[in-house]
């Protein structure tokens, strides 16, 4: 059984900064891509940013880049998602999710608001 758990939302004002984390457990995510995704009402859920866990790569959403950085900590299993400069429009739940392309595996979500 894999369970992955977020941590982290909350409301922040625009331009400010989060940072979200996911703690994965239940099996080794060794050769694994691990991502977030975002979604809000009425829309599908939308790809931000992937890590591969042992070569570190990174791919951003072009929505998020220059603002997101994903990272991971092998040691304590956990992928990050640091978020700055944030915009009204990146409000959503934020969902941690393995393996990629796709997921298998998501966590429960994480409520990130922002207010002008």
């Known amino acids: 059984q894999v369970l992955l758990v977020e941590s982290g939302g909350g409301l922040v004002q625009a331009g400010g900064s989060l940072r979200l984390s996911c703690v994965a457990s239940?099996?080794?995510?060794?050769?694994?891509?691990m991502g977030w995704f975002r979604q809000t009402p009425g829309k599908e859920r939308e790809f931000v940013a992937s890590?591969?866990?042992?070569?570190?790569?990174?791919y951003y959403a072009d929505s998020v880049k220059g603002r997101f950085t994903i990272s991971r900590d092998k040691a304590k299993s956990t992928v990050y998602l640091q978020m700055s400069s944030l915009k009204l429009e990146d409000t959503a739940v934020y969902y941690c999710?393995?393996?990629?392309?796709?997921?298998?595996?998501w966590g429960q979500g994480t409520q990130v608001t922002v207010s002008s």
């Open positions: 890590i591969g866990w042992s070569d570190g790569i990174t």
């Open positions: 239940g099996r080794t995510f060794s050769q694994y891509v």
């Open positions: 999710a393995g393996p990629m392309p796709r997921p298998d595996y």
